[in-house]
Every structure is written in structure tokens, then in C-alpha cells.
């Protein structure tokens, strides 16, 4: 039997696509007050979005009789046609959006197009009496109890402090997308964001911070009718994670494995492994050759021909970053003097820059983009195909795998040293005030002095962090750690891990961290080092393993506070050295070096043949 599903029902299943989590929500009502015209707006949110979410703006307002019709699916003021779909110029024109929103919260929509306010209010996707209000003119969208009615994604949302670290990072995206229009962002009754609609420069220094400017290059570049723009950081400026990585297409926020590709070749030459580049970049193309309807949450788009979308942006980063005499030409003004540009001239290195159209590329590249029936089809949107690679490898031999694996524990089991007694070791003297030597019975013993030590202070160390008997040293100066929004959400769930640890870390206005204690056995720590490694791990989907960077942190603690290797050690110093180690001769020290080495007596007179 089939069924016709509801309005309640199947505006509930579109809320699972389209408004999954608080920041998604932010994110359909910002780009609606985008579209009206709004030159000021202002979000707020309680308990991460799940409590509270409004938003404010001065833009053209909902008349009265189109009230009723924006909480009904498919109705939308920015599509006519089909044909629309593939010329799409605004940010949100999913007609379910507010639909679905008010099919999981409770939804108040106050609005004045210019002459009186009214109110509709609906619950659940039950609507209300239209009233007449006082608002100025704008909208304001109230959404409150968020998913209420729906217990199982409510159950599924992640903790309010990191949907905030989400809804956050979304309007940091959306300060910079639209430097031009004045943004407040208040959360749990705090302001985290104001810009005043003063350009991108100022925004990205309400976003970053001030400093971030000098670390960036300002470029404006036109390729094949393709304009990109925005700030890159220079080739000695990295970050430790992707987040802060902003790609707007039309000025639309996305996240974009051409481009990304393309930048990240950019930068292969002059980053370490797991650094990552930072850019805020305005990717403008036609828009008949970009589909923007391809992910529920227009996170992506698809682009017509990826060829030339990456070639255009690598080959504009690249000519920056290297600084060849291209990069005069894709410099922004402020950044490009104009006396370089006109003695690279008279040197004869300008190149000549291509003023050639997309549509003179495709031709170019022999793509038909040919008029049918007089009229211009419609895109044909493709992926390129994935390139294979065909490695030949020669026939292998049949394998008793049971034999190998034998071999394999019985070879371990030989490598695993046994326990001795410490009386029984008698102490011989040393080689190169480096390695000790014990003999007991037909076996010599030789012990590394500095893995021996390091080992023991490691072990130390971490009883006493795994006990928890950590004491943490106050800081003279505390640490400032400057981080974006989802890292300061990511470090915030682990405070008390941290705190545990040893480290004495709070909030500190906005999204910064406060470091004012740490733990006494690491007095000395590089902190941007070390919370860098914590950050890193962001780009993994597991959970974050502290314990694994405070393992190093302890063994680099241990190292520097262990013996040296040529550092000569009296004999006392030598027998307590190996008391010490309780007769374990299977020690490594924690970086994975042997402590100590068996050498048969049987061995030795094999090497000087005496037995054969």
C-alpha cells in the first residue's frame, strides 16, 4: 500500500536535508536577508543555536499577503523558470527552507515592507493568526526549541558549545563574503562579531585580527572572463588546519575540490607537511557556467569546464607566490607599485596579458559551446574522468603465510629480553662515556647511558600524569593563544582534559585562549608548538588523542633532562643507573631506541673464531 505522506511529514524530511544543525539555519536566514537587500543585519543565538536563533535586517521586507506563503514548501520569490536554475544570481532560493525550519522549532516571522508590520507566527508547521506588529522596516525570523519535535536529530546535535563553534565560523564567512554590509553577532547575550561594512580589509581584521594583513597578499586578477580576488598568505604563512580556508563563488560560501586543488598545488613548493595555506579568495564567473544546485546545502558547486577553473586559479597563485614578473599583473593596486611594474617592463619581462574570454578558451580547448535552435543550451555539466594508473607487477610466488607468521613470532620471541637479576650484573666499565658494560654469567649486558636515563625520568613523568598528581607552575606572563572560531570550540571541549593535564587555560574575550599555568615537569614548553599539534588533529574526523601529544611533549621533557651520551658516569653512578631499571633489558627509551643490548659469551667467541 502506498501512502501520501503529510505536509508535516514530508516538510520534516526536507528539514533533515536542508537545516540539519543550528549553523544551517543561520545560514538559509542570513542568505535571505542577503537577497532583500539588507545593509545591515544582525544574528543572534542562545544555547548553540538550539535554544535561540534570530535574525534581523533592514532589507525590503515580506509584504502582507506573501506572509502565509513563505512558510509553504516549494514558494520562493527567486525562480520563475526552470531556465532560472541554471542562471542563479542570489544566495538562497530553496523554497523548502523556511518551510522546514518551521516544521521542527517554534518560528515568529515580524515584517515591514515599508508601511505596516505584521507578525506570523507557527509551530511545528502549524501557522498562527497574521497580526499586525511595530518593527521597523526589515524582517526579523525568531526560530526557538529547535528540532522540539523531533527527538531523534535533537539527540544527534553535537554539544552547545560546538554547534556555537559552527554557527560562529558560518558568520565569519558571511563577514567576509559581504564586507560591504554591517554585521552583529551576538551569542548567549555576548557580541563575537561587529563590522561596519567598511571593506574587506577591515573585516577580515574583525575576523583574524589586525596582524593577519601583513602575513597576505592582495590580489585582483581577470583570466579567460574569470576573476579571483581576495587575500593569500605569503609562502612563510601557514596554518596548522584548513579552517582557515574561505572560497566564495559568486560571492557564495563553498567548499570546492577543483579550486582547492588548485591552491594548494600553488603552494606545494613552499609548505611542510600538514601546514596548510590561508586565503580568502573571491572566485566571480559567469553564471551559466557554474551550477549551484548540486548539494542540499549549496556547500558546492559545479563548474562547466574544471580545466580551465584550475588552471586560471593555479596559475594567478602560483605567479604571486614565485614572484615572477605575471604577478605584477595579478596584484591588487595597493599591492603592485607602479614603478616595479614599469622597469620589469623596460627589462623586457612583462608578459602580455591574455585578454581572452572563456568563451575563447573553450574554443581554444575545442569544447562546443555552439547555439542550438538559436538559443543556448543549457550547460552540460560533467565531472572529468578519474585517471588511471596501471602499475604491472610481476607474478609473485605462492606463500605459506602459516610458515611466515611462525617465523615472524619466533623471531619476536627471540628479539624479548628476559628479566635480570640486578645483584648478578657486575659492573665492567665503559666505551666512549657512552655505553655501560655488565656482565652476568656467559652474557654481557651493554646499556646506553642516555636511553637508559631517558627512559627512567619518561616513566616518571607519565605515573605522574596518569595518576593525576600533576603540579601545575604559574606562568609570569600568561600565554595568548590567538585561534578562529571552530578551533576555539574544538579547544574549549578539551579544557578539562587539558586542565587534568596540568594546564591552567580559559576563555579570553572572543575566541582566544588564556594559558596561565602548566604542568611543572614541562616548565619550559613551546606552547605554540604544542597546542599547533592539538589544532592539526582537527583535520582527522577521530577524536582528538591529547594524551598522545602530551607522550611526545613528556619524552622530549625526558630527553632534555636525561644523561648525554659522553657525559662520564662514576661507578656509583653506573650501579644505581641499572638498579634503577630493575633488571629489564627489553626497555626502550620513549622515542623507540633499545636501552640495552645481549651479547652471549658464544657470540663473542664466534667473532673471534674460536668456535665456529
Not at 66 to 74: T, V
Not at 191 to 207: E, P, T
Not at 296 to 303: E, G, H, S, T
Not at 337 to 362: F, I, L, N, P, Q
Request: net charge neutral; aromatic share 8%; proline share 4%.
Amino acid at each position: 500500500m502506498i501512502n501520501v505522506l503529510t505536509p508535516d511529514i514530508y516538510n520534516r524530511i526536507a528539514a533533515g536535508e536542508v537545516v540539519d544543525r543550528p549553523y544551517s539555519v543561520v545560514k538559509e536566514l542570513v542568505e535571505n536577508a542577503i537577497d532583500a537587500g539588507a545593509t545591515e543585519i544582525s544574528v543572534e543565538v542562545a544555547g548553540g543555536g538550539k535554544t535561540l536563533i534570530r535574525v534581523t535586517d533592514n532589507g525590503s521586507g515580506i509584504e502582507k499577503d506573501d506572509l502565509p506563503l513563505a512558510f509553504r514548501p516549494h514558494a520562493t520569490s527567486k525562480l520563475k523558470t526552470a531556465d532560472d536554475l541554471f542562471t542563479v544570481a542570489t544566495l538562497g532560493f530553496r523554497g523548502e527552507a523556511i518551510a522546514s525550519i518551521a516544521s521542527v522549532s517554534e518560528m515568529n516571522i515580524l515584517s515591514n515592507a515599508g508601511g505596516e508590520a505584521f507578525s506570523l507566527s507557527s509551530k511545528g508547521g502549524v501557522l498562527g493568526e497574521l497580526q499586525a506588529a511595530a518593527g521597523a522596516k526589515g524582517t526579523t525570523i525568531t526560530v526557538e526549541k529547535l528540532f522540539y519535535n523531533t527527538p531523534a536529530r535533537l539527540k544527534f546535535l553535537k554539544s552547545d558549545a560546538q554547534e556555537e563553534g559552527d554557527v560562529t565560523n558560518m558568520m565569519a564567512r558571511f563577514l567576509l563574503s559581504r564586507p560591504n554590509i554591517s554585521f552583529t553577532y551576538t551569542v548567549n547575550g555576548k557580541v563575537k562579531y561587529r563590522s561596519f561594512g567598511d571593506g574587506l580589509k577591515a573585516a577580515l581584521a574583525v575576523v583574524y585580527g589586525a596582524e593577519i594583513l601583513s602575513n597576505c597578499l592582495e590580489i585582483a586578477a581577470d583570466k579567460h572572463g574569470i576573476k579571483l580576488s581576495g587575500f593569500i598568505g605569503n609562502r612563510n604563512f601557514s596554518k596548522p588546519n584548513r579552517s582557515y580556508q574561505s572560497l566564495f563563488v559568486n560571492g557564495r560560501y563553498i567548499v570546492n575540490q577543483t579550486v582547492g586543488a588548485a591552491l594548494t598545488n600553488a603552494y606545494a613548493a613552499y609548505l611542510m607537511k600538514r601546514q596548510y595555506p590561508f586565503y580568502v579568495l573571491f572566485l566571480d564567473v559567469p553564471t551559466e557556467i557554474v551550477d549551484v544546485n548540486v548539494h542540499p546545502n549549496k556547500a558546492d558547486v559545479r563548474f562547466a569546464d574544471n580545466q580551465i577553473i584550475y588552471g586560471s586559479v593555479y596559475s594567478v597563485v602560483s605567479a604571486v607566490l614565485d614572484g615572477n614578473s605575471r604577478a605584477l599583473e595579478y596584484l591588487a593596486p595597493s599591492a603592485a607599485k607602479a614603478e616595479d611594474k614599469a622597469e620589469a617592463e623596460r627589462a623586457g619581462e612583462a608578459a602580455v596579458h591574455s585578454t581572452m574570454t572563456y568563451a575563447e578558451a573553450k574554443r581554444e580547448l575545442q569544447f562546443d559551446v555552439s547555439p542550438v535552435g538559436g538559443r543556448t543550451p543549457a550547460p552540460r555539466f560533467y565531472e572529468p574522468s578519474p585517471m588511471r594508473l596501471e602499475v604491472n607487477e610481476p607474478p609473485r610466488a605462492t606463500v605459506d603465510y602459516f610458515e611466515e607468521n611462525k617465523k615472524f613470532l619466533e623471531r619476536q620471541a627471540q628479539a624479548k629480553q628476559e628479566r635480570v637479576d640486578v645483584k648478578s650484573l657486575e659492573y665492567k666499565g665503559e666505551l666512549f662515556h657512552t655505553y655501560l658494560f655488565y656482565e652476568a654469567g656467559d652474557c654481557a649486558y651493554i646499556i646506553d647511558q642516555h636511553a637508559a636515563h631517558e627512559r627512567l625520568i619518561y616513566d616518571r613523568l607519565r605515573e605522574k600524569t596518569e595518576k593525576r598528581a600533576v603540579v601545575s607552575q604559574p606562568m609570569l606572563v600568561p600565554y595568548i593563544l590567538e585561534v578562529n572560531a571552530p578551533e576555539f570550540a574544538f579547544l574549549q571541549k578539551n579544557f578539562p582534559l587539558l586542565r587534568e593535564l596540568g594546564f591552567e587555560v580559559g576563555e579570553f574575550g572572543g575566541t582566544s585562549v588564556k594559558i596561565s599555568a602548566v604542568p611543572s615537569d614541562l616548565m619550559g614548553l613551546d606552547l605554540k608548538a604544542f597546542f599547533g599539534e592539538i589544532l592539526d588533529s582537527m583535520e582527522s574526523l577521530r577524536a582528538i588523542k591529547l594524551a598522545d601529544i602530551l607522550k611526545d611533549k613528556l619524552a622530549s621533557a625526558a630527553c632534555k633532562a636525561a644523561v648525554k651520551g659522553g657525559e662520564r658516569l662514576t661507578d656509583e653512578e653506573a650501579r644505581a643507573l641499572i638498579e634503577r631499571t630493575e633488571g629489564d633489558m627489553g626497555l626502550k627509551c620513549p622515542h623507540g631506541r633499545p636501552v640495552a643490548v645481549k651479547v652471549k659469551k658464544s657470540e663473542m667467541e664466534k667473532l673471534f673464531k674460536r668456535i665456529v
